[in-house]
């Protein structure tokens, strides 16, 4: 089937202004995952869902980041007040939750940058 | 909190050659360790998992060992191909969900 896929795949907006980051993962996959790499770096872990739950969100750098699975399938991160510091691209992952050892399916990521 | 390092950042080698990419982490205490692959503006692609028991993985061209009491781990590509040209990352997770991730090595394979 399909792989994960994330939109916008670009996002440009101002500094103060809310923006929504969406990912879809692959069908059936009960765990869900964001990252955020900034340019040079590797992923940064931001929040894991296991369903509709958020399980793990101790990446999520402040109380500006949220994150939602209301239907355990989409996710939408959102951003508050967006900061220069925010810029990066938002990667989304996914796996089928139902083994420790299974691999993480990644999207192609939204590429976000706050002027 | 674990820190993941590779060496080295970026590597260019003609094609054909045989080469070794390395990732050291600073807590032994982990689940499994992931090779991934990362093109430009692109995500992730998965290519070699090893759990915390095992000593190595192999799929195809590529073989990728892991020594946790000294947190190492290495990715051997075989005759490299212009088609391996891209970004190397090496990922530990811990018990729970947390995956750390390496800056990667950025490989340059030459026609």
């Known amino acids: 089937g399909a792989g994960v896929s994330q939109t916008p795949s670009n996002k440009v907006t101002e500094k103060g202004k809310y923006v929504e980051l969406r990912c879809d993962p692959i069908?059936?996959?009960?765990?869900l995952y964001w990252y955020r790499q900034s340019l040079g770096q590797g992923p940064e872990f931001l929040i894991y869902?296991?369903?509709?739950?958020?399980?793990?969100d101790s990446g999520l750098p402040n109380d500006r980041f949220f994150a939602v699975r209301p239907e355990g399938s989409v996710s939408t991160l959102k951003i508050q007040r967006t900061e220069r510091g925010d810029s990066a691209v938002y990667l989304c992952?996914?796996?089928?939750?139902?083994?420790?050892?299974?691999?993480?399916?990644f999207g192609p990521g939204t590429r976000l940058l706050v002027l | 909190k674990q820190e993941v390092t590779q060496i080295p950042a970026a590597l260019s080698v003609p094609e054909g050659e045989n080469l070794v990419l390395n990732c050291s982490f600073t807590?032994?205490?982990?689940?499994?360790l992931q090779w991934f692959r990362q093109d430009p503006g692109k995500g992730l692609t998965s290519l070699l998992l090893?759990?915390?028991?095992?000593r190595e993985q192999t799929s195809g061209r590529l073989n990728a060992s892991l020594d946790k009491s000294s947190g190492r781990s290495t990715l051997y590509i075989a005759a490299s191909q212009p088609g391996d040209s891209a970004t190397y990352l090496c990922?530990?997770?811990?018990?729970?969900?947390?995956?750390?991730f390496g800056t990667g090595t950025s490989l340059t394979v030459i026609p």
């Open positions: 992952a996914s796996s089928s939750g139902l083994a420790a050892e299974e691999t993480q399916y």
């Open positions: 069908s059936g996959h009960t765990a």
């Open positions: 869902f296991q369903g509709t739950g958020a399980a793990d």
């Open positions: 807590d032994s205490a982990i689940y499994n």
């Open positions: 090893i759990q915390s028991s095992q």
């Open positions: 990922a530990v997770r811990k018990t729970g969900n947390q995956f750390y």
